[in-house]
């Protein structure tokens, strides 16, 4: 891991946590800002992964968990080893699966930032639609977070936390 | 840092194959190999899945193997279908010396065809 990966993957880390924290929070009942550090977390980590190219993207580039899992799906074949042990799964190929079952959640989550959703969708900070606003992300039941609580969800925040926590393992599979 | 024989035309099926294939909101990719470098692979991935996009169509580099023997760039553009369609209709430049002559495109049921 070189030390732009080391920065961005702790900023994750710390983006994870929160997530963590306000998601288990009794009582706490604006899903909209767990979810922004649940988007930050994952954002972050992907934009990690692009840190170990010597041309790294700029800050403002669109790098989403998406893109990740793209990246993951075409680690070299020695890597795919250590990949595999880092995410729990037997072989490549199960590897892959679990890529493609996660991605749903990936592109939702990735789609909440207002840069991202525009000014007319449902998004993490502002009332929408812009020009004569009827919802806000305070009030919002977001479908995403109902997903969270199923198998669905359940399974890729698995994924998540083992991306960011195993980082440091795997961070150099992407030079 | 000695080289190897690097098929970059064998590399370039084998990503978009493992895009096309993790991520559904992938349509197509289209490989555009004119004016690129010999380590060098450009793709436009046409994604369904974003949103409204701004104009500026930076490439993404998913840098490979740097260091050894089969160091190459992976570069990857994302585009809504209607700006797919503007690049073809030339109303949306692309980038630099990137081009759609000799594009190959690869597509969902894993054709690949001219385009």
């Avoid at chain 1, 037997?90 to 679990?98: C, G, I, P, S, T």
């Avoid at chain 2, 974003?50 to 160091?71: F, I, K, N, Q, R």
């Amino acid at each position: 891991m070189n030390a732009a990966q080391e920065l961005w993957w702790k900023q994750a880390k710390a983006d994870l946590e929160l997530f963590e924290h306000l998601r288990g929070r009794p009582g706490w009942r604006y899903p909209c800002h767990s979810l922004q550090a649940l988007q930050m977390a994952s954002e972050k980590i992907a934009k990690a992964s692009f840190r170990a190219a010597a041309q790294a993207p700029t800050q403002r580039s669109h790098l989403g968990l998406t893109k990740l899992l793209r990246r993951l799906s075409t680690v070299r074949e020695a890597d795919q080893p250590l990949v595999t042990r880092v995410f729990s799964v037997d072989y490549f190929e199960r590897f892959e699966n679990l890529l493609f079952r996660v991605r749903a959640i990936a592109r939702d989550v990735e789609r909440l930032p207002p840069a991202i959703a525009g000014p007319n969708r449902v998004n993490l900070e502002y009332p929408w639609p812009d020009h004569a606003p009827t919802s806000t992300p305070a009030a919002w039941e977001f479908d995403v977070w109902k997903r969270l609580e199923i198998a669905e969800g359940r399974e890729f925040l698995r994924f998540l936390s083992r991306a960011v926590d195993g980082f440091p393992q795997y961070a150099h599979v992407f030079r | 840092m000695s080289t190897v024989a690097f098929d970059r035309d064998s590399m370039a099926t084998w990503y978009a194959t493992q895009h096309l294939k993790v991520d559904e909101g992938i349509a197509e990719v289209v490989y555009l190999p004119t004016n690129a470098g010999e380590r060098e692979i450009r793709f436009l991935e046409i994604n369904a899945d974003m949103l409204d996009a701004d104009d500026s169509l930076e490439p993404v580099s998913y840098g490979v193997d740097m260091g050894t023997g089969m160091e190459h760039e992976l570069l990857v553009i994302d585009v809504t279908p209607a700006q797919y369609e503007r690049i073809r209709g030339n109303t949306l430049p692309l980038p630099g010396t990137w081009t759609l002559a000799s594009a190959v495109v690869f597509d969902r049921d894993s054709r690949r065809r001219e385009r």
